[in-house]
C-alpha cells in the first residue's frame, strides 16, 4: 500500500553567476547541511538513500555518483543519480519512500554552470545525432524558433513576454538568493540586445551556481520529524519526441501531460481554482505562458492576456514565480526544478519573508530540462495533507 511521504527538510545556497572560490562538493555541502539541521535528521543514521541529479556531460566526468557520496552524508548507504531534470529526482525519492524501499529520503540537486566553458556545445549534444546535430544550431537559436511558433500558434505577443521578465526580476529584488533581481519595464526587455529573434538578452535567463537539497521522509516519521511537513500531493513527468522535426512546436506537450499525471494523483480537476500559486520553468520569457497553459491554468493563448491583467503577479488570483524564477534567481541547469520546489515548500511553510503570499494551502512546481529537450515534471505541495 502506497504511503504519504512529505518534505520535511529545505537547504540551499545563494545563486551566483560565479562562485570560483568554492567547488561543487561545497556547495553540495552547504546546501545538505542546511537541509539536515531543516530536518533534524544525521544523514549517517537517519536518511536511508540519497538521490543525486546531475548529467555526467555538464559534470565532465562520467558515473557522477561517484563523487557524491561523501559531501551529501551518504558513505556506504544507496546512491542513485537521475539524470534529468530536478523533479524527477523528487519524484524517485517520492517512489522510494510510498514503496516501502525507504523511510527517509535526500535528493540533492546543483549547478556549477560558471566551470562549463562551451556551454551551447554541451547542450546541443543532446539533439538528434543524425538529422539535427550536423547543423550545429546554437540552442538558444532554436529557442527563437520556438517562441515564433508559440507566437503564431497563440497570439501572444513579444509585449506579453516582455511583462514575464519585468515581474520576474522585480519579484527577485526581495528574495535575497537570487542573483538576477531588477526594477525594468517591458519596454527595457524589448529594446535590448536581440540574440535569437525574437529573444533579446533579457528574455533569456542566464546561468548561475548554486545547490538544492530537500529531505523526504514517510508519514509516520515526518510527523515526528517536523511541525509542518509538506506534503507530496502528486507528481508527474513526460519526454515528449527528442528530434526537432517530430515535436509540437506551438505547444508544450511535455507540461500538459506532467501536469496531468500530477492532478490526477493530487485528485485536482481545476488547476485555477485549486492552486493558490505556481513555480514554473521560465528559462525563457515565452515559456512561463506556454507553461501555463499547458498546465491547464488557462486556455490555449490566454496566458499571455493573463500576464498583461496582472493575475500573475505577486497580488493577483494566482500569483507565478514570486520567487523570480529562473529570469530572477538564474538558470540552475537542471537544478531549476528543485529550486521551485524550495520556494513552494518556504511559501507554504510561511517562511518567505518579504515575498510571503497570505494563506496559501497548495502550490505546483514544475520543471523544463531546457532546450533542445521536450522533457518535464510536474509536482503538487500542500502544507494540509497525510493521513490524522
Avoid at 538578452?201 to 511537513?229: C, F, K, M, W, Y
Wanted: charged share 20%.
Amino acid at each position: 500500500m502506497s504511503r504519504d511521504v512529505a518534505i520535511v527538510g529545505i537547504g540551499y545556497t545563494s545563486f551566483r553567476p560565479l562562485s570560483a572560490e568554492v567547488s561543487y562538493k561545497e556547495i553540495m555541502y552547504e546546501a545538505a547541511v542546511k537541509a539536515y539541521h531543516d530536518a533534524g535528521v544525521n544523514p549517517r543514521r537517519d536518511v536511508d538513500s540519497f538521490v543525486t541529479v546531475a548529467e555526467d556531460f555538464i559534470e565532465g566526468t562520467s558515473i557522477f555518483d561517484e563523487y557524491v557520496p561523501d559531501q551529501v552524508g551518504g558513505l556506504l548507504k544507496p546512491n542513485v543519480t537521475i539524470p534529468g531534470e530536478a523533479i524527477h529526482g523528487l519524484a524517485t525519492a517520492y517512489m522510494q519512500i510510498a514503496s516501502g524501499i525507504a523511510d527517509v529520503v535526500a535528493v540533492e540537486a546543483h549547478s556549477k554552470a560558471s566551470n562549463v566553458l562551451t556551454m551551447p556545445h554541451v547542450t546541443a549534444y543532446a539533439m538528434d545525432p543524425v538529422l539535427n546535430r550536423p547543423l550545429a544550431a546554437n540552442p538558444v537559436f532554436i529557442a527563437g524558433m520556438e517562441m515564433t511558433r508559440y507566437l503564431w500558434a497563440s497570439g501572444a505577443t513579444r509585449e506579453q513576454c516582455a511583462e514575464v521578465v519585468a515581474k520576474n526580476k522585480r519579484n527577485a529584488l526581495y528574495n535575497p538568493a537570487a542573483a538576477y533581481g531588477e526594477n525594468i519595464e517591458a519596454e527595457d526587455v524589448l529594446n535590448a540586445e536581440m540574440i535569437a529573434y525574437p529573444l533579446t538578452q533579457n528574455d533569456i535567463s542566464a546561468h548561475t551556481d548554486g545547490a538544492i537539497v530537500a529531505v523526504l521522509a514517510a508519514e509516520d516519521v515526518a510527523r515526528r520529524l517536523s511541525e509542518r511537513p509538506i506534503w507530496i500531493r502528486g507528481v508527474g513527468w513526460c519526454n515528449d519526441a527528442s528530434s526537432l522535426e517530430t515535436r509540437a512546436w506551438g505547444r508544450a506537450i511535455y507540461a500538459e501531460e506532467a501536469g496531468k499525471m500530477a492532478y490526477r494523483m493530487a485528485g485536482i480537476r481545476n488547476p485555477m481554482q485549486e492552486i493558490d500559486f505556481a513555480e514554473i520553468d521560465d528559462c525563457y520569457s515565452y515559456k512561463e505562458l506556454q507553461h501555463l497553459e499547458a498546465l491547464g491554468f488557462c486556455l490555449f493563448g490566454e496566458a499571455g492576456f493573463l500576464t498583461q491583467e496582472g493575475v500573475t503577479d505577486v497580488g493577483g488570483i494566482l500569483p507565478v514565480n514570486v520567487s523570480g524564477g529562473n529570469l530572477g534567481c538564474g538558470h540552475l541547469l537542471d537544478a531549476s526544478g528543485l529550486r521551485a520546489v524550495a520556494s513552494v515548500v518556504m511559501q507554504l511553510r510561511g517562511e518567505a519573508g518579504p515575498r510571503q503570499l497570505p494563506e496559501v494551502e497548495t502550490g505546483l512546481a514544475f520543471g523544463w530540462r531546457g532546450v533542445p529537450t521536450t522533457s518535464g515534471a510536474a509536482v503538487v505541495l500542500s502544507n494540509e495533507g497525510g493521513e490524522s
